[in-house]
């Protein structure tokens, strides 16, 4: 699922595999098998940072443009409009560019949350398009090749939505810097390890049932989770590591789906460290496995597992790392807003 490797070669599958999951009601979830990007690097002694993973680049649509408009919008190119790709895998959610409906806003917003923790949670080296961290946006123009204006140029006046998306893609990072299950160098397999009893990965269904060759060709299916095994070894060395064990659910079904939280090894509670549904992380609390997540239509989580050792200090420390950084950075929003309205005489 990767878009680019190191020789610069375009494997151009995890572009339409996510746009399509988070936009498209047709989707096909054969795109997620296991580990495609071991079908295209695990060669030649690569790792998984050989991959370079993109939701968007220089050519086509921002961030903000992939679910605000559903066609193209060249026409200032001056050439009818006919420049630029036609198929952008976008989703305007409603209405065409900009609208005034808070609904359809809402959902954009959650949408752009759910490509950048994609983009961020996903194993390989991830590669963010500037902008798309506070929304920029090319009002539709997919080619803006000929266009030195405001088409083309950033604007630094962040709005409040902005600024709530760049301390949003801040916490992913800080989340994929603290997580070294985030960022492995050893592909995925999917198989079970029976020198350590364990498998890197699982993937489940919203019942919690791991999932079997055939609900891979089920058109249908719109959830599912992704186990990652904390435990499961890095290296070339047999040897089980003390990494977080994580559960990531995507939800790509327009309503709430009941997702029955899985068991694990050495504990039985989740902490919900993303989701996109509650990006300031107000709602997060801890579950019991078993327990039923209802996760909001169109979303993504992020759970760790509560484990005793190495694990569960890492979790804890990550935890009062971003509640601080939170606080530091309301602190400092307050500062400037104070200084920006304070008189001087």
Not at 29 to 55: C, E, K, M, Q, W
Not at 133 to 143: S, V
């Amino acid at each position: 699922m990767t878009g680019y490797d190191t020789a610069g070669r375009i494997q151009d599958t995890y572009v339409p595999a996510h746009r399509e999951f988070h936009a498209s009601p047709s989707f096909w979830i054969r795109y997620f098998t296991p580990s495609p990007a071991a079908d295209l690097f695990h060669h030649d002694g690569r790792t998984l940072r050989a991959g370079v993973n993109h939701i968007t680049v220089h050519d086509g649509f921002t961030l903000a443009d992939l679910f605000s408009y559903n066609e193209k919008h060249n026409e200032a190119n001056g050439e009818n409009n006919r420049d630029g790709i036609s198929n952008n895998l976008s989703w305007n959610c409603g209405a065409e560019g900009p609208t005034q409906d808070d609904e359809i806003n809402n959902l954009r917003e959650r949408q752009k949350r759910n490509m950048l923790a994609t983009l961020f949670f996903s194993q390989g080296t991830p590669m963010l398009l500037g902008g798309d961290e506070f929304g920029r946006t090319q009002k539709g123009n997919n080619n803006p090749y000929c266009q030195d204006n405001e088409i083309s140029w950033v604007d630094w006046e962040i709005k409040e939505e902005g600024q709530s998306l760049i301390d949003f893609t801040r916490k992913l990072i800080r989340l994929r810097q603290s997580l070294p299950i985030l960022r492995r160098g050893r592909f995925l397999t999917a198989e079970y390890n029976p020198v350590l009893e364990v498998k890197d990965v699982t993937w489940i269904n919203a019942s919690s049932r791991e999932m079997q060759k055939g609900d891979w060709g089920d058109g249908k299916m719109r959830c599912f989770g992704m186990l990652i095994d904390g435990g499961a070894q890095t290296s070339g060395i047999k040897r089980q590591a003390s990494d977080v064990t994580l559960l990531i659910v995507l939800n790509a079904y327009y309503d709430k789906v009941r997702f029955t939280l899985p068991e694990f090894v050495g504990g039985d509670q989740w902490l919900t460290l993303i989701d996109t549904n509650d990006p300031e992380g107000s709602g997060a609390s801890t579950l019991k496995t078993g327990n039923v997540y209802e996760v909001t239509g169109r979303s993504l989580l992020l759970l760790a597992a509560l484990t005793s050792g190495e694990p569960l200090k890492v979790i804890w420390r990550l935890a009062l790392d971003l509640l601080r950084a939170d606080t530091e950075v309301k602190q400092v929003q307050s500062q400037f807003v104070m200084r920006s309205f304070t008189p001087h005489y």
